[in-house]
């Protein structure tokens, strides 16, 4: 049967499912692919030796004291992980209202990160968070004056933050403040430091997102914060026209790679983002994302395996260069 050329184009002589049929067909013409170079694992440090503890709210992740730190880092490096983001447990008797622990070369953060990239060198990138959170008393991540988080004396302590990071081997410093101008500040500060080439990964688009509970209890700052929201920093989850504003501001002060956080729920701000700018992108599956997923996968509602890598594509497609997940190394052991 011939059809009319007018026809061409249209069903039955253009079929969808022709390249849907085989395995070899599909992979073929498959528009995105993850690498378990495009991750980068959170993980949450404590004091002591040989220590672990568990998390409640997210089953399947622990806290680590650093030298189990320093050999998860190493298998990461192993499983071609592309960084690790660490993340201090701070202990309470530590905290303070201004978060002095913040400028203690010392502290765990530091530690940390000197250990790890002592003995796993660049085979691994470690990217140090910028905001004082994990130090303050009142769990902010800045400086409180009268029930507000005054942004320029909050700066003045992220850049020194920044800097003592860089000195103790960061590859990348991440700012997850929202103050405004921090980028611009932290960059000069890092090049004043001699760290013109320590990457800038700023948190451009963080919204004030409920998704961030577990991590608050991973961390132990969901006390501190008692009730307090931070939606005087981070942005509104109602806005993206916003979105569009910050990582413009954040790439004209110098950042290297603009994040997007939480993921999954902001897929569209993804999106935007990367149709709008010529700039490495990354996104944060955040903690309340890992919970909805694994706690689901535990009662047997869905198959956790098969719903992560699911994600994990979704963030490729929607323009995603890197993910920050603390699926990293099952996604990477599934990669293999
Ligand atoms: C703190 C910070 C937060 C996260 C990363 N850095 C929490 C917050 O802003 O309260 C959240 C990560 C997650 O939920 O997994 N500056």
């Known amino acids: 049967m011939t059809l009319p050329l007018s026809s061409f184009g249209q069903f039955p002589s253009t079929r969808l499912r ?28 404590i004091e002591g030796q040989g220590k672990t503890e568990p998390i409640a709210t997210m089953p399947g992740v622990e806290r680590m004291s650093i030298d189990l730190a320093v050999e998860a880092a190493q298998q990461a490096a192993q499983l071609g992980i592309g960084a690790v983001a660490i993340f201090p447990v701070t202990p309470a008797s530590k905290k303070s209202n201004r978060g002095d622990e913040a400028l203690n070369p010392e502290n765990l953060i530091c530690k940390a990160t000197h250990a790890i990239r002592s003995s796993c060198k660049d085979s691994i990138g470690i990217v140090c968070d910028v905001a004082l959170d994990p130090y303050t008393s009142h769990g902010h991540d800045g400086i409180l004056v009268d029930d507000y988080i005054v942004n320029d004396q909050t700066i003045e302590i992220l850049c020194k933050q920044a800097v003592l990071q860089a000195q103790a081997g960061a590859s990348v410093i991440a700012p997850s403040d929202m103050m405004d101008g921090r980028i611009g500040a932290i960059r000069t500060a890092l090049d004043q430091a001699g760290f013109d080439h320590v990457i800038l990964m700023s948190y451009a688009a963080k919204y ?50 603009v994040m997007v956080k939480p993921g999954m729920p902001y897929l569209d701000i993804v999106r935007r983002l990367h149709d709008s700018f010529s700039i490495p992108i990354a996104v944060y599956q955040v903690s309340g994302e890992y919970a909805m997923i694994q706690l689901a996968a535990q009662a047997s509602a869905i198959h956790e395996q098969a719903c992560v890598m699911e994600s994990m594509l979704a963030f490729r497609r929607a323009g995603a260069d890197a993910i920050l997940t603390y699926f990293a190394p099952r996604v990477a052991q599934w990669l293999h």
């Open 18 to 45: 022709r390249t849907r049929r085989w395995d070899w067909i599909r992979e073929m013409v498959q528009e995105n692919q993850l690498s378990a170079k495009n991750l980068i694992w959170p993980i949450f440090v």
């Open 208 to 257: 004030a997102s409920a998704f961030y509970g577990p991590f608050r209890d991973a961390v132990g700052s969901a006390k501190n914060l008692g009730g307090a929201s931070k939606k005087t920093y981070q942005m509104n989850p109602a806005n993206s026209d916003e979105a569009i504003r910050e990582v413009a501001l954040d790439i004209q002060e110098g950042a290297d790679i």
